[in-house]
């Protein structure tokens, strides 16, 4: 799937959906929440049943996911169960970048 900022996709095995906020370098990946490869639209269609425990992990409302050798950042706009992941390679939470101190 060749992946485009704005697009939201939605898991196949349970209720997460995400917009992507930066597309990846290169071409076509494979997107997968719990194993199963996210598909395009705003409708999530399982209930976490199906997924294998060595693919939970969650994703959470709110928090932006990033793959930093591809630069693909997502973020999730309805949680779910599953473990986020591009081509085989678990995203990471993104961190919030320290302030500087103000002495």
Same mark, same amino acid.
């Given at each position: 799937?060749?992946?485009?900022?704005?697009?939201?996709?939605?898991?196949?095995?349970?209720?997460?959906?995400?917009?992507? @906020?930066?597309?990846?370098? !290169?071409?076509? &990946?494979?997107? *997968?929440?719990? %194993?199963?490869?996210?598909?395009?639209?705003?409708?999530?269609?399982?209930?976490?049943?199906?997924?294998?425990?060595a693919n939970t992990g969650?994703?959470?409302?709110?928090?932006?996911? @990033?793959?930093?050798?591809? !630069?693909?950042? &997502?973020?999730? *706009?309805?949680? %779910?169960?599953?473990?986020?992941?591009?081509?085989?390679?678990?995203?990471?939470?993104?961190?919030?970048?320290?302030?500087?101190?103000?002495?």
């Amino acid at each position: 799937m060749i992946l485009k900022v704005g697009q939201s996709l939605a898991s196949n095995v349970d209720t997460t959906t995400l917009i992507v @906020v930066r597309s990846p370098q !290169g071409g076509d &990946v494979t997107l *997968t929440c719990g %194993g199963s490869a996210m598909e395009e639209g705003k409708k999530p269609s399982g209930d976490g049943s199906t997924i294998d425990p060595a693919n939970t992990g969650g994703a959470l409302l709110g928090k932006r996911y @990033v793959d930093e050798s591809s !630069g693909l950042e &997502v973020l999730c *706009t309805k949680s %779910g169960q599953g473990q986020l992941a591009l081509d085989g390679v678990a995203l990471v939470l993104k961190t919030a970048k320290p302030l500087p101190s103000s002495d």
